[in-house]
């Protein structure tokens, strides 16, 4: 499967973005799919994962309230909506693919990446 990442940008401080995934290749309804970041000299860390049907979701607790994950199947498509961003959301994010029917949390149970998609913001 193949994963493309869209809406990134550079913000202020409080406002909002709209990240989506757009997948080809294979339908995403048989990977649980994941939102992770990487900021410069860090390692690449979750921010929200999804399940399969999209009912179940989790979160990175610093993100917890102010970003929400979503999934729309038939469209191929998921969606991480930030709001509230804080100038330490700042990095490049990733959308991820796993054949697990959980919810991973770790880089290496993921099997499938974007490219990835700038997020900066600005105090």
């Known amino acids: 499967v193949q994963l493309v990442e869209s809406g990134g940008g550079l913000v202020q401080a409080g406002d909002s973005l709209r990240l989506s995934c757009a997948a080809s290749?294979?339908?995403?309804?048989?990977?649980?799919m994941g939102w992770f970041r990487q900021a410069p000299g860090k390692e690449r860390d979750v921010v929200a994962a999804i399940s399969r049907s999209g009912i179940s979701t989790r979160y990175a607790d610093s993100v917890k309230g102010r970003f929400t994950i979503s999934r729309d199947n038939a469209k191929n498509t998921v969606t991480l909506q930030m709001n509230s961003l804080k100038p330490e959301d700042t990095a490049v994010y990733y959308c991820?693919?796993?054949?697990?029917?959980?919810?991973?949390?770790?880089?290496?149970?993921?099997?499938?990446w974007g490219q990835g998609t700038q997020v900066t913001v600005s105090s």
């Open positions: 991820a693919a796993a054949t697990s029917a959980l919810m991973p949390t770790t880089v290496n149970s993921y099997d499938y």
């Open positions: 290749g294979r339908t995403l309804s048989s990977y649980a």
